[in-house]
């Protein structure tokens, strides 16, 4: 079974400032899906980064960006110039290549991210 | 459409009684996905549902659980005889055939006293 460690409960960064989330993950599947998604307090999860693992390319998204070393099997977030709405819970996920039933999620423990102004 | 909603958004009820969720998934999306959330943690699959076809679920989902998709459209999970231990956040999730990111709707937060 996977498993996906997240070892920050809590982070905190100053506004405009760049932060790093890890995640590490466990796995014997060569194709896989990792996501990263957030939730802020008291509203809905929302996608915030996606990478294929068969893609050696890190993904990249406006602010939002991954580095991805599938050989260590880490995934990490980067967060530049973080701003206040930045703030929230952030889930690093993963899901199997595979579908018909095995398209679940499985998500670490969370990361706490505080923006401080 | 506005995205996944799930109803009631809040639900106490005293322990023993049986309740029910209801999630309503994005209309062109065939997949749904209940997860269950508990304080501090991620989510936790409970079960997943193809169209109508219940596909996966896991051991987490007890002979207490029962989850249906009957039409295709939108799903409801049943939980008898409640515990305190069911108090969470039951968070469903939608996804096309097309493409692998899950929508999820707000949650039902359920408290057992």
């Known amino acids: 079974a996977q498993t996906v460690t997240q070892s920050q409960p809590e982070m905190s960064v100053q506004e405009a400032e760049t932060v790093t989330l890890s995640c590490t993950y466990d796995?014997?599947?060569?194709?896989?899906?990792l996501f990263w998604y957030k939730q802020p307090p008291s509203r809905q999860m929302i996608l915030v980064i996606r990478q294929e693992a068969y893609k050696q390319q890190n993904a990249t998204e406006n602010r939002f960006s991954v580095n991805f070393q599938k050989a260590a099997k880490s995934f990490s977030l980067k967060i530049s110039d973080s701003q206040l709405g930045d703030a929230a819970m952030y889930f690093c996920a993963y899901r199997s290549s595979l579908n018909f039933g095995n398209e679940k999620l499985t998500f670490g423990t969370g990361t706490r991210l505080t923006i401080i102004p | 459409d506005t995205g996944v909603s799930q109803n009631p958004r809040h639900k106490i009820t005293k322990r023993g009684q049986n309740v029910t969720f209801r999630c309503d998934p994005i209309s062109e999306h065939n997949r749904l996905y209940w997860y269950r959330q508990t304080l501090g943690q991620g989510p936790e699959f409970l079960t997943y549902?193809?169209?109508?076809?219940?596909?996966?679920k896991s051991r987490l989902l007890s002979d207490r659980f029962s989850a249906e998709r009957p039409k295709g459209s939108f799903s409801t999970l049943e939980i008898q005889r409640t515990e305190q231990g069911d108090s969470a956040m039951y968070l469903c999730?939608?996804?096309?055939?097309?493409?692998?990111?899950?929508?999820f709707g707000p949650g039902t937060r359920l408290t057992v006293l």
């Open positions: 549902f193809q169209n109508e076809a219940q596909l996966e």
């Open positions: 999730a939608s996804s096309s055939d097309f493409d692998n990111e899950q929508f």
């Open positions: 796995t014997s599947e060569s194709d896989y899906y």
